[in-house]
């Protein structure tokens, strides 16, 4: 469902040019667990962020489900990647503005989905993830680990094919952290393909997968 | 949607207080100015508009020419309505106002009063809504005098006047034949005692006969419709031709002018209460200078603190929103910061007003604010100054945000040069308006 054909990423300044991913290869297939791996600043989470069609690759090629994206414009993007992906940040990126059936009702808002389909989707998506009686609470009044929780479920509220997390566990302590992965690896059961970012080896086990990327390249 | 976008507004509104407060402030003082002006020109367009026939009605005037300048005079002689009248058939009704100062005294009370010697056709001619008395014979017979609400309560109280008599300068009896409302404040002729025309003769009133004299007489002509204005002006001079000696001819040349002008007009001699056009035109620029700089301003905070939203922003584009919905939802925001703005705009007004009549003479009444046509201003000034206001941030705040924002919610700073340009704007206008109100307020001292 997604290949990777020589990603490069880089930024210019003044002629000279970092690299922040080389020549990436990869080829991930539908109902995969795969696990990003490697120390800080190798290009995880902007391999990430290309693979969610956050940010664009400055050389090589991306197919997703064959269409290729690297020559796709931003509106196109846009329309794909909300249909299809859903992203989990390591700092939860709610809306404090917004109660947690807000938060979760918005990627409905954006997808023109019927006001009574919305709120049947958003009770559902409670219901699963036992959260109803916090339905009106704002983020601010949660934990982390519940907050992760709202992510997750905004995430995947319109049941994307494709969920990536950037260390979804990041900012939790072990227990919490369990509990998320533990989501994860229900959701994966269930058919969706997951991408994670991480630095536990813990978290990396949940999957059947792991890429280890050093320096912008990926480590055979 | 919408609701969604205008809960979140109100939200955000509540949860930065300080920031909206001095915004909502800034807007509503803004706006408040421009209603008052809005309803300062809509008063004075609205001079003389309540007159049914108001089309057909002209005032006629003199034009005479002094070396190279052209005067115009309001007053015009006595006899030239009647003659008027009778050489033209274009002219439905002749009438003339002449003016007096008389002692009134009915019982124990006397006054100096305005009085108005009307001719019998007038109430024909001008639309002044009767309480009591016929207007189409109420000041047929000589010595009798049609009078407002306000003389009417002045004098008699609650009893009802028709039928007693005024004596004028302590010697004439005028009998009362019909009360009038009180004449609205934007009309040019103001006045609240009618006598009638036909009371003056050879003996009591020189001036009836004379192609000479000239004093407060004025003539109004109510034309028949259908007929071209233009035709009749060109058969005024004619009448003075035929009645006056072949020496004085060529001495005036006479002309009218439409009802609505009247109030926008610059003679000499003329009792009407007039404002010159400019201020309209003044008024109005300084109205939009003054949205011009509450939009600025608005666009000036909402913009320095764009970037704190970029966060919210940049999770809204990652949930889905394209450009269009975010700008539809900022501008939504504006929206109700302009809206509630504009409330306490018109609250600013109510208060105002008073202040506003007695320091610019107005007589600005809050029926001017609320009635349907002046909503309609409203509501176009709301949609205007939300839009001025609101494309600006909107786009600004919906450009797109790069990865890097998400990552590690980095606060860009971006766009100062355009918001210190603006600023510069702002205090440029703001100075010149000052100097200016100072300069014109040493000129009229």
Known sequence: MIKLTNISKYYENKFIKTYVLRNINLEIKEGEFVSIMGPSGAGKST???????????????????????????????????????GFVFQQYHLIDELTVSENLETPLLYQKIKTSERKGMVADILDRFNMVAKKDLFPNQLSGGQQQLVAIARAIIAKPKLILADEPTGNLHTDQGKIIMEMLKKLNGDGTTIIQVTHSETNAGYGNRIIKLNDGWIEQ | MFINYFKIAFRNILRHKGYSAVNILGLSVGLACVIILSMIIRNELSFDGFHEKKDRIYRVYIETKEGNSITGAAPVMIPFAPAAQADIPEIEHAVRISQRSLLSSYNDKRFFEQTLFVD??????????????????????PNTVVISQRIADKYFGDVNPVGKSFIFDNKEHFLITGVIENIPENSHIRGDIFASFN?????????????GGLSNDYTYLLLKPGVDPASVEKKLNQVILSHTEPSDHGRYTMKMQPLADIHFSNFIHDNARTTPLIFLYVFGVIAFFILLIASINFINLTTARSSRRNKEIGIRKVAGANRAQLIKQFLSETFVFTLISLIIAIGITVLLTPLVNDVMKQNLS???????????????????????????PAFVLSRPVPAVVLKNSIVKKGGYSLRAALVVFQFAVSIFLMISTITVFKQVL
Do not use: Q
């Open chain 1, 47 to 85: 391999l990430l962020y290309i693979i969610g069609m956050l940010d664009t690759s400055s050389e090589g090629e991306y197919y997703f489900f064959e269409e290729p994206v690297h020559k796709m414009k931003e509106k196109k993007l846009a329309e794909l990647h909300k249909s299809h992906i």
């Open chain 2, 120 to 141: 019998d056709k007038f109430f024909e001619v001008f639309s002044f809504s009767f309480l009591r008395g016929d207007k189409h014979t109420a000041l047929n017979e």
């Open chain 2, 199 to 211: 009371t003056y003769n050879e003996s009591n009133f020189p001036r009836l006969n004379s192609w």
């Open chain 2, 366 to 392: 809050l029926s001017t604010l609320f009635n349907g046509e002046f909503i309609a201003v409203l509501l176009s000034i709301l949609i205007l100054t939300a839009l001025l206001a609101g494309m600006y």
